[in-house]
């Protein structure tokens, strides 16, 4: 089992910038690939970035590629999301998600495994 706890949501003006941090416990950090979601209001829940156990590579939706950089500590179990250039349609709740290394890296939702409670992200124009 793994909990996954996420912070440093929080309220920002366009073109602000925020860190967000997840901290995992239960399964050993370093075999788990690590992504980020988003879900605004009435919106289905979406992609952001992803990176792999290892730290070694990295992925991005095309709407936060050049703006977001997702990294990780393997050895304080964080992985984390700064966001830079914030939009107004970067509000949403976004969750950490984890699933093991052997199942990839992948942009679908339902192919993690662990979720966080998610935190809030409001980009105010």
């Known amino acids: 089992q793994v909990v996954l706890v996420e912070s440093g949501g929080g309220l920002v003006q366009a073109g602000g910038s925020l860190r967000l941090s997840c901290e995992a416990s239960?399964?050993?950090?370093?075999?788990?690939?690590m992504a980020w979601f988003r879900q605004a209001p009435g919106k289905e829940r979406e992609f952001v970035a992803a990176?792999?156990?290892?730290?070694?590579?990295?992925y991005y939706s095309d709407s936060v590629k050049g703006r977001f950089t997702i990294s990780r500590d393997n050895t304080k179990n964080i992985v984390y999301l700064q966001m830079n250039s914030l939009k107004p349609e970067d509000t949403a709740v976004y969750y950490c998600?984890?699933?093991?290394?052997?199942?990839?890296?992948?942009?679908?939702?339902?192919?993690?495994?662990?979720w966080g409670q998610g935190t809030q992200v409001t980009v105010s124009s």
């Open positions: 998600a984890a699933n093991r290394w052997s199942q990839g890296v992948r942009r679908m939702s339902d192919s993690y495994d662990y």
């Open positions: 239960g399964l050993a950090f370093r075999t788990l690939n």
């Open positions: 990176v792999i156990y290892s730290g070694g590579s990295t």
